[in-house]
Nanobody, 124 residues
Framework: VQLQASGGGLVQAGGSLRLSCAASGRTFSTYVVGWFRQAPGKEREFVGAISWSGPITSYADSVKGRFTISRDNAKNTVYLQMNRLKPEDTAVYYC??????????????????WGQGTQVTVSS
């Protein structure tokens, strides 16, 4: 499966963006999909993930209550709605898919398929 992340851009602090992760090649309605981000000079970190069953979502503490992940299996797309953005949210955001698990994971090694990343810049 190929993943394409989009929707990044420049936004002021307090603003919102919605990222999309579109899959092609095969349906990923039974895949766990995660979002990760990497800021300059920092390691890639977990943002959140959504299971295929339920679905159930999980989030990093730093984004809990501000970010929401949802999926539209008919469109083969997962969304990351980001509200009340902060300058520290600035990073390249990646979506990733795990075809073998039922539950979400915050470990990047669990995800076999990765998109190319989309830049999110939050100005103060």
């Amino acid at each position: 499966v190929q993943l394409q992340a989009s929707g990044g851009g420049l936004v002021q602090a307090g603003g919102s963006l919605r990222l999309s992760c579109a899959a092609s090649g095969r349906t990923f309605s039974t895949y766990v999909v995660g979002w990760f981000r990497q800021a300059p000079g920092k390691e890639r970190e977990f943002v959140g993930a959504i299971s295929w069953s339920g679905p159930i979502t999980s989030y990093a503490d730093s984004v809990k209550g501000r970010f929401t992940i949802s999926r539209d299996n008919a469109k083969n797309t997962v969304y990351l709605q980001m509200n009340r953005l902060k300058p520290e949210d600035t990073a390249v955001y990646y979506c990733a898919a795990d075809a073998t698990s039922t539950y979400t994971s915050n470990r990047a090694s669990r995800y076999s398929y990765w998109g190319q990343g989309t830049q999110v810049t939050v100005s103060s």
